[in-house]
């Protein structure tokens, strides 16, 4: 497994915390297990949260926040009337510290979200780069961030 090949020493050393944001009915159980691992060794550590989105999809997300409020409301631990939009604090990314992110680099020259973080991009700013993901190098990140300041 990719993960299990990491330095996990490294990850500590260096203080990075790790989540990954999917849907687990898509992953084999055994990449389950080492995801699991690899959360729990690194929950502690707080310099760097290095989120993985793998499996992930927007509508997904919303849908299983959906049944988590409506499960709430069902057990009577809210009202219906409590139902608003912080409520929907059940996304996946309700692991970082800021689920909402203000900027979102779309590499591979694609002009479309692709169902990624829909609830969460309101007010994200987009930055598209031809380039696919893997060729994305330090200067084409300086670029981004020098246009995002503008």
């Known amino acids: 497994m990719w993960i299990k090949s990491i330095a996990m020493e490294?990850?500590?050393?260096?203080?990075?915390?790790?989540s990954v944001i999917k849907d687990k009915s898509m992953l084999p159980n055994s990449l389950q297990q080492v995801i699991s691992e690899a959360?729990?060794?690194?929950?502690?550590?707080?310099?760097?949260?290095?989120i993985i989105a793998l499996s992930y999809g927007g509508r997904y997300d919303?849908?299983?926040a959906c049944k988590s409020v409506t499960s709430k409301v069902k057990d009577g631990l809210i009202q219906l009337e409590d139902i608003n939009q912080?409520?929907?604090?059940?996304?996946?990314?309700?692991?970082?510290?800021?689920p909402n992110p203000d900027l979102l680099i779309q590499t591979s020259g694609e002009l479309r979200l692709s169902n990624f973080m829909l609830w969460q991009v309101h007010y994200t700013?987009?930055?598209?780069?031809?380039?696919?993901?893997?060729?994305?190098?330090?200067?084409?990140f300086i670029e981004v961030l020098n246009s995002y300041q503008k």
């Open 10 to 18: 490294e990850w500590v050393r260096n203080n990075i915390r790790l």
């Open 39 to 50: 959360k729990e060794a690194l929950k502690a550590n707080s310099r760097l949260h290095f």
């Open 62 to 64: 919303i849908v299983q």
């Open 86 to 98: 912080s409520i929907l604090e059940e996304l996946e990314t309700k692991c970082a510290k800021f």
């Open 125 to 140: 700013e987009f930055y598209f780069v031809d380039k696919c993901f893997p060729d994305f190098e330090e200067a084409d």
